[in-house]
């Protein structure tokens, strides 16, 4: 199986390419660098990997066969889609476009990366497939929100109009190795502060809860979905909940670190709650994730070290 993979100089994306290697197929990586980086693939030595500098906004050219699309190519961390919200917005609508259109050329299968960030700041809880969402189209994070929305329903027009195979995979908060730790998201911001023996930086009281998924478990989780029969959205992520005040103590535990933790004021549309019900990938995909954060935590400081956490 030929594969490309738009995003794939992300941080899943990497991991994702790595995966496919692993299993026989060719895989070629798409990535604009926008928010990517070559040191995310620099390891691969391998005839059956090609990497294509492209922003994916425009169109689309692979030479030779295609056999499945896995558009991962976005903005991803509050940081970065706040920063650069005009390209956040064209990678959804554009480039979801451009990608699909590949796809159905090619005769090949799409899936789209989406994000539990489709639920906004939910009123259900936990957040099923069929929850509809609560999200702010013309807050800070709409542009995010609005653009994996709409991929969302471009996606299913393609698959509804011209009979194109396609998936949606809901991700829920993922974290583990080759993550920023400048990118602003909570697992890679409290392991900088943790390792430099700052202050950890709890928005609002830190009860606001959210679901950490080890990137091996999601990853793996892609592959079923790709071979599963299922064109409606299906949520991967870990169903069990904490508050990130305990996920700042448990960071703080897990590095060594002396540090405390210091309280900011919760930003604008930030999510009260965030976990998913993985109901559909146990029953359709026989999908579970299976490291906690008592091993995926350690795993993640230990990649980073003293060296990159003084970055």
């Known amino acids: 199986m030929r594969v490309l993979v738009t995003g794939g100089a992300g941080f899943i994306g990497s991991h994702l390419c790595d995966f496919l290697l692993a299993r026989g197929c060719e895989v070629v990586c798409m990535d604009s660098l926008l928010t990517g980086s070559a040191d995310n693939i620099a390891h691969i030595r391998d005839g059956r990997f090609l990497f294509v500098k492209h922003d994916v906004t425009n169109y689309i050219v692979v030479d030779g066969p295609v056999d499945y699309v896995l558009h991962f190519a976005s903005p991803a961390s509050p940081i970065d889609y706040m920063e650069l919200p005009i390209q956040t917005l064209k990678v ?18 799409f899936l789209l990366a989406s994000t539990s960030e489709v639920y906004g700041d939910p ?90 998924t080890y990137v091996s478990d999601l990853v793996a989780g892609i592959w079923q979905l790709m071979g599963a029969p299922v064109n409606d959205p299906v949520n991967l992520g870990n169903p069990r909940e904490m508050t990130l005040l305990e996920l700042a103590r448990r960071v703080i535990q897990a590095s060594g670190s002396k540090s405390d933790v210091v309280f900011k004021p919760l930003p604008v549309d930030d999510p009260k709650v965030r976990q998913p019900d993985i109901t559909r990938a146990r029953q359709l995909l026989r999908w579970a994730p299976a490291v906690e954060v008592e091993d995926g935590l350690p795993r993640t400081i230990q990649w980073y070290g003293p060296g990159k956490g003084a970055a």
């Open 123 to 212: 009123l259900v809880h936990p957040q099923r497939e069929d929850y509809w969402g609560n999200v702010n189209p013309v807050g800070p994070r709409g542009v995010y929100d609005e653009a994996k929305r709409f991929a969302e329903a471009m996606t299913m027009a393609y698959h509804r109009f011209h009979g194109l195979d396609t998936r949606i995979v809901r991700i829920f908060n993922t974290y583990g190795p080759r993550m920023r730790l400048t990118d602003g998201r909570a697992i890679p911001t409290f392991i900088r502060q943790a390792l430099r023996g700052e202050p950890l930086t709890v928005y609002g009281d830190g009860s606001q809860t959210r679901s950490f």
């Open 92 to 109: 959804g609508a554009l480039g979801t476009h451009k990608a699909l259109g590949l796809a159905l050329a090619r005769k090949a299968k």
